[in-house]
């Protein structure tokens, strides 16, 4: 089973920037890869997903705000989140997954998440 490691998240005022990373313990190079968050007391949801051939797609509220891209050399893949608003916060998390079309299937393979606080 594929280790992952998110990391980059923060305290951030509203409008500012962060970048997460993840990293997996095997190659990705095979894998779409996406990005979920869970806010208090929310399921978790899907915020981002990259295709293995490069292809993104994103949640209604990420889009123009949010980047994901990956790095296959590094197994990882990052979120560039910008413009963050207070109801981005969350704890964001990475997953390994496979794609049919448009729709992404995650796996069980889940990391310890990292902590997006964004204040007003």
């Known amino acids: 089973q594929v280790q992952l490691v998110e990391s980059g998240g923060g305290l951030v005022q509203a409008g500012e920037s962060l970048r997460l990373s993840c990293t997996a313990s095997r190659s990705i190079r095979d894998n779409a890869m996406a990005w979920y968050r869970q806010a208090p007391g929310e399921q978790r949801e899907l915020v981002a997903t990259?295709?293995?051939?490069?292809?993104?797609d994103y949640k209604y509220y990420a889009k123009g705000r949010f980047t994901i891209s990956r790095d296959n050399a590094e197994n990882t893949v990052y979120l560039q989140m910008n413009s963050l608003k207070p109801e981005d916060t969350a704890v964001y998390y990475c997953n390994v997954g496979t794609m049919t079309g448009v729709y992404y299937y995650a796996s069980k393979s889940w990391g310890q998440g990292t902590q997006v606080t964004v204040s007003t």
């Open positions: 990259i295709s293995a051939g490069g292809t993104t």
